[in-house]
């Protein structure tokens, strides 16, 4: 399976911003995905999931701002951000695992991962 990130890049406090995920290779629906990020500096850290139930988790730290989807007839995930805050600016990845039970936001049941897209909120 190979992700690859669109979307991203300057954003100011308080917009939204939406990125995508595309796969390629594999079964879509069978995939749970995920978006994780990566702040300069920081180790990498969970965002938010889509399992393939459609069930949903989210970090408290976005929570109530971000959202995840995913369609499964296009292979895509979206990550679709809102009220961004400076904290938000970070490499975002999405990741993909074919495991039907996960632990929420444990990278390492995560085995595809895309090449990241930078997203920068400025005050």
């Known amino acids: 399976v190979q992700l690859v990130e669109f979307g991203g890049g300057l954003a100011q406090a308080g917009d939204s911003m939406t990125l995508s995920c595309v796969a390629f290779?594999?079964?879509?629906?069978?995939?749970?995905l995920a978006w994780f990020r990566q702040a300069p500096g920081k180790e990498r850290e969970f965002v938010a999931n889509?399992?393939?139930?459609?069930?949903?988790d989210y970090a408290e730290s976005v929570k109530g701002r971000f959202t995840i989807s995913r369609d499964n007839t296009k292979n895509t995930i979206y990550l679709n951000m809102g009220s961004l805050k400076q904290e938000d600016t970070a490499e975002y990845y999405c990741?993909?695992?074919?495991?039907?039970?996960?632990?929420?936001?444990?990278?390492?049941?995560?085995?595809?991962w895309g090449q990241g897209t930078q997203v920068t909120v400025s005050s």
């Open positions: 889509v399992r393939q139930s459609l069930h949903t």
């Open positions: 990741a993909a695992s074919s495991r039907f039970f996960l632990r929420i936001g444990r990278e390492s049941e995560y085995g595809y």
């Open positions: 290779g594999g079964t879509f629906s069978n995939l749970a």
